[in-house]
């Protein structure tokens, strides 16, 4: 089974076991579930349910392509990106108790190297440093908690899209961006991670996000890769890993238990 259909499906099924609450709640605070939309869903896009957040991490990606050595008996070549960094930020508000959007940027910058891809452990083709990929994603997601927002930590999931602009910086003429047009992935994204809240005020989020989107190195004006490339896959798949702080502009308003019932 691929890395990203089993992420999905691990985020599908938390997501569907997540406990309903009874209990009644503040007026302010988002509802477990709507019974108006206008009043429940859209007045609480007016309320103080608002964060803003930062985050910065690693990223990896899938293989480029698989090129053919000049010489057929030195074997192949994958061209590969190392570990990037990741930083970003984004916004988001709590509709409901267990729901939300947020929306937010983000800049992944890695290096890309040609690795042998022999199988037998061999170094012979590989070349370090030929270029620098850089991409700017805008993304919208739907988030998920397994407890109430502020709760003191929870679990989340989050479904949602986003556009990833590539760039290249050429440092080798084994790769290169001439004549490349405008990069541009469009391409649903999926997370899921863990909330903790820090203070009234805030919150800390660890997660892994994963995409797949258009290679950047296929297709009519593309970029390109010296060599014969005998492997050139469509979509490449990203996943990020992000650790973030989040501050929200109110404080924490849990389910309030019913009042008891004097006894006569």
Known sequence: MSKSRALLIAMICSLAGVPTIAHAQNSDTPKADPQDFVHDVLQALLKPNWNVFAHTGYATN????????????????????????????????????????????????????FRTNNGNGSTALNVNDVATLMTHTASFEVMRYMLPARSAITPYGTLGFQATWWALDQKSPLVTSSGAGTQLSMSPIFSFGMQFKVSDKWSGRVEASLASGHNPFTGNKSY?????????????????????????????????????????
């Open 224 to 264: 390109q890769a010296t060599g014969p490339t005998i492997d050139e896959p469509t979509s490449v798949a990203r996943t990020d890993f992000r650790l973030a702080g989040v501050y929200h502009f109110s404080k924490p308003k849990l389910p309030s238990l019913n009042a008891p019932v004097a006894n006569r």
């Open 62 to 113: 899938d293989r480029f392509l698989l090129q053919q050595a000049i010489n057929p008996n030195d074997g192949q070549r994958a061209l590969e990106s190392s570990n990037g960094f990741n930083v970003g930020a984004g916004a988001g508000v709590d509709i409901l108790l267990r729901m939300g959007f947020r929306m937010a940027y983000t800049f992944t910058s890695s290096d890309l190297n």
